[in-house]
């Protein structure tokens, strides 16, 4: 079974703080996603990765940036939290193929106070 | 730009009841269309994939066919349960890369409950 993990179930910052939440995948996919989800929006998707070190821009990257150094990890990082940054967040991956099915993490709901 | 919609957005039913989740999307040019399931304030769990080429799929008391030509999908839920209850998404993937992958455009999802 493809196993997606994130760091953080809940996590409580503050404003201002730099936040980083880690996405692990374990089935050498190449393909990994950061959505947010907010009531009445749906999935938004901030940043996705198709390689190491390579990242794209999705629809709301902005106060967001990302790192993948690893195949398996891809971070997601908040400059500088703010209170609009609120959020679940999702992580996703998916491999290249025939089958491009993406899966999904345990989300983490983060709260900005 | 493809746009994803879901009807109904919120289902109400007795337990037993055969029912229908709908998925419609605006750009039949697609790689492939997923069905999720979303218990509240978890991740999603994905349900059935269909290939572009393919009709339907089956899971258990899950069916779920695709109609490129009218952009549409639907998600039959035979004998409904209880533990049916939870949202459930579509995600649809056009046949054209953005950047260097296929990106997939979700639904806002239909949520489920069903009651004993």
Request: hydrophobic share 30%; glycine share 8%; aromatic share 10%.
């Amino acid at each position: 079974d493809v196993k997606v993990t994130q760091s953080s179930r809940y996590l409580v910052k503050r404003t201002g703080e730099k936040v980083f939440l880690e996405c692990v995948q374990d089935m050498d996919h190449e393909n990994m996603f950061w959505y947010r989800q907010d009531p009445g929006l749906g999935l938004r998707l901030i940043y996705f990765s198709y390689d190491v070190k390579m990242k794209e821009k999705g629809d709301i990257p902005e106060g967001y940036s990302v790192s993948r150094e690893k195949k398996e990890r891809f971070s997601l990082i908040l400059e500088s939290a703010s209170t609009n940054q609120t959020s679940m967040y999702l992580c996703a991956s998916t491999p290249w193929g025939t089958h491009y099915e993406q899966y999904f993490g345990p989300g983490t709901r983060l709260t900005v106070t | 730009k493809q746009e994803v919609t879901q009807i109904p957005a919120a289902l109400s039913v007795p337990e037993g009841e055969n029912l229908v989740l709908n998925c419609s999307f605006t750009d039949s040019a697609i790689y492939n269309l997923q069905w999720f399931r979303q218990d509240p304030g978890k991740g999603l769990t994905s349900l059935l994939l269909i290939q572009s080429s393919q009709r339907e799929q089956t899971s258990g008391r899950l069916n779920a066919s695709l109609d490129k030509s009218s952009g549409r999908s639907t998600l039959y839920i035979a004998a409904s349960q209880p533990g049916d209850s939870a949202t459930y998404l579509c995600a649809v993937t056009l046949a054209r890369a953005s950047g260097g992958s296929y990106i997939p455009t979700f639904g806002r999802g239909t949520s489920l409950i069903v009651h004993p």
